[in-house]
């Protein structure tokens, strides 16, 4: 496999929360710090951001220590980067269409394409799948539930 | 004290049995049975999803239906482990050992009819711990301070992080995270933006049904899409009457189930111990006692009423710190809490006083819920069996559907979406980093309040830190954080008998591809 990928998952893990809490910190160091006893906006965000660091050294630092094999790679065995795409596009889709398009194409695109990231999906069963989920979606939260998203935008339906 | 709690468990059946309020708690049993027996959905998800929708609602009947939700899929989640052998409800993992072999042998209807009557013995102990233990820890609450609430809330949050599954260090390191999260928004006092980065819709803070739909919703699926096992239906054939348990059955698990009740409803008042550990604790006691060991594994009844049972007391004595103290012990709890806040209910002790229809409402209605929850799972036994042959690829698109509108439904606002699509993302990185997102969800709920009081407690101490220690229950309660703390690292230096054998039995349980549906 790719040899970037053999270094300990917990380096990353811990070299992660690392970051995010000295961005933490540093970003919380913008405000007002205050004092103990009367503490700042910023005095929390500083606390935590240092706590968050030191863990992701201490997490590092154990894995530096143990002796235990290597448990799995960051990557799964078989990545899935086509679901995963397909599971991002779906809600992005929902997102630009629910805006532009109103609810009925925005939840038929999200479902479908949603579908079609399983293997053994195609385009007829993933489109059928998403035409029934419309249906069901629009006389749920349309008609029962009063969700204020219009069904097309454009058209009084 | 006895007739008192009587009268007000009286008041509790009327709120409870209003047409109204019975409606949403059958509703909300009804869905959590649903969710519990469909393979890799669970109740943080669904809960999330349903949570906007109450947003009309009264707060009593919401609160219903969302705490029906959590108890329901325990009853749902028996069913996928007896009959498929797939521990895809983490509280129910360890009955796979002996209720799928007894399954193999024709006898999965019995473990089913055993595991209702345990559930229902479990969960009737956990409601009445609830009825006594409830006021009497409300009683010592009300005398709380600042300091004191804030030392409690650390021991919530340390437990919460380190007796749950993974690594402790990790599981601190996610509720730092979650508290950071917690400070995105406008400051309390202040009003100051906090990592806002200029997103005007940040300055309301992170939505929690995003946050949890991101962490339990969108990663989830991204775990386990393309990496589900096939499901074999070829032993999940079950009839109503199959489901009695012989007399002699019973008689072999009375015991089992009494004991496990027991266990079940001490983890439930350890902060952060949730049904999870209750039910390999006592699979791992129940094996260690019996006088045929060799039989556990192979199909013992013992080995399915003892977990199951105290599964279920477990789960209704996780309510007692949420609804008396305002901490929650895991996942779902802090999910329920932050449903009071968004209904306008204050969590905390002035609770049971002030919202009096909630507390006695939900306690009458757990006794409801659960007589329901027999009634639907013996004659509808077939119709959940026909459900767990739905394939994960009809599912899982399904649920993004309804993670999406709900998410919007929330606020009427599709930034929330992106929101969550963004956790989401991240959340999967931390899952494959090891991390568990569980305790994320616990800071997130907490830390808004944590500062408060912090702040306050420093204000009121003029900025002298020893007010945590002078203060004797504040002191109290750093002991307990400093126990906690000394006892994961011994057993992190050297691995005690206990939980040798814990990992023995979680090594045995067939691993599932869905990683972590609390």
């Known amino acids: 496999m790719r040899g970037n990928f053999t270094l300990k998952r917990d380096y990353y893990a811990g070299g992660l929360m690392l970051l995010l809490g000295v961005g933490a910190a540093v970003t919380g160091a913008g405000y007002k710090f205050g004092s103990l006893a009367r503490m700042g906006p910023g005095f929390m965000p500083v606390v935590l951001g240092v706590v968050l660091a030191f863990l992701g050294l201490l997490i590092a630092g154990t894995a530096l220590g143990s002796s235990e094999p290597e448990r799995g790679k960051f990557l799964p065995d078989n990545p899935q980067w086509f679901g995963w795409l397909c599971i991002i596009g779906g809600p992005v889709l929902f997102i630009i269409l629910g805006q532009y398009g109103g609810m009925i194409p925005a939840v038929f695109a999200c479902v479908f394409v949603c579908a079609l990231g399983d293997n053994t999906a195609t385009y007829k069963s993933s489109a059928i799948l998403a035409a029934g989920i419309t249906v069901f979606g629009v006389v749920l939260f349309h008609y029962l539930l009063h969700i204020p998203f219009p069904l097309l935008r454009g058209f009084n339906l | ?518």
């Not at chain 2, 030392?151 to 340390?158: K, Q, R, T």
């Not at chain 2, 509720?175 to 300055?203: A, H, K």
């Not at chain 2, 386990?224 to 072999?252: H, Q, W």
């Not at chain 2, 799972?377 to 077939?382: C, F, S």
């Open chain 2, 1 to 518: 004290m006895i007739s008192t709690a009587i009268t007000d468990l009286w008041y509790g059946f009327g709120v409870a049995l209003e047409p109204h309020n019975l409606m949403y708690c059958f509703l909300g049993v009804l869905v959590g049975n649903l969710v519990g027996v469909l393979p890799g959905m669970g109740p943080v998800a669904t809960i999330s999803i349903l949570l906007p929708l109450t947003f009309g609602m009264q707060p009593v009947p919401a609160i219903l239906m969302l705490s029906g939700v959590y108890y329901g899929a325990q009853y749902g989640g028996a069913i996928c482990s007896i009959l498929l052998n797939l521990p895809c409800h983490p509280p129910h993992a360890v009955t796979c050992l002996d209720g799928f072999p007894l399954t193999k042998q024709g006898k999965g209807g019995t473990a089913l009819g055993i595991t209702i009557i345990a559930a229902f013995v479990g969960a009737s102990f956990g409601i009445t711990e609830m009825i006594f233990l409830a006021p009497f820890l409300v009683k010592v609450a009300l005398e709380f301070g600042p300091a004191e609430v804030c030392s409690l809330m650390l021991v919530g949050l340390l437990a919460g992080s380190t007796l749950a599954k993974g690594s402790p260090l990790k599981g601190i390191a996610m509720t730092v995270l979650g508290l950071l999260v917690g400070i995105v928004g406008s400051d309390i006092e202040t009003g100051q933006p906090r990592f806002t980065f200029g997103i005007t819709e940040l300055f309301d803070g992170v939505e929690i049904i995003a946050l949890a739909l991101g962490m339990f919703g969108i990663a989830e699926f991204m775990n386990s899409i393309n990496n589900t096992e096939t499901v074999d239906l070829r032993y999940a054939k079950v009839g109503i009457s199959d489901m009695f348990p012989s007399k002699a059955d019973m008689k072999l698990a009375f015991w089992p189930m009494i004991r496990g009740t027991l266990i079940g409803s001490l983890c439930a008042l350890i902060p952060g111990t949730g049904p999870t550990i209750a039910s390999f604790v006592s699979y791992a006691t129940e094996k260690k006692i019996s006088k045929t060991p060799e039989r556990f594994g192979h199909g013992a009844i013992e080995g399915v009423a003892c977990p199951e049972a105290s599964t279920h007391s477990s789960v209704q004595g996780d309510f007692i710190p949420t609804m008396s103290l305002g901490i929650p012990g895991d996942t779902v709890m802090a999910l329920l809490l932050g449903a009071l806040i968004i209904h306008g209910i204050v969590p905390g002790p002035q609770l049971i006083t002030q919202h009096a229809d909630i507390f006695w409402g939900l306690i009458a209605s757990f006794w409801i819920g659960n007589i329901l929850l027999v009634i639907l799972n013996v004659p509808m036994i077939g119709l959940w069996v026909k459900l767990l042959s739905i394939p994960y690829r009809y599912l899982y698109p399904s649920a993004m559907f309804f993670v999406c509108i709900g998410v919007y439904a929330a606020n009427n606002d599709m930034f929330q979406v992106g929101e969550t699509l963004f956790i989401g993302v991240v959340g999967y990185i931390l899952l494959r980093l090891d991390f568990h997102p569980a305790p994320i969800l616990l800071g997130f709920v907490l830390g808004p309040r944590f500062e408060e009081n912090f702040r306050r407690s420093l204000l009121i101490s003029r900025g002298d830190l020893m007010t945590f220690i002078e203060r004797p229950i504040s002191a109290f309660f750093l002991l307990i954080c400093v126990v906690l703390v000394v006892a994961q690292i011994y057993v992190w230096l050297r691995k005690p008998k206990i939980v040798a054998e814990e990992q023995a039995i979680e090594a045995q349980v067939p691993t599932s591809s869905y990683s972590e549906l609390a």
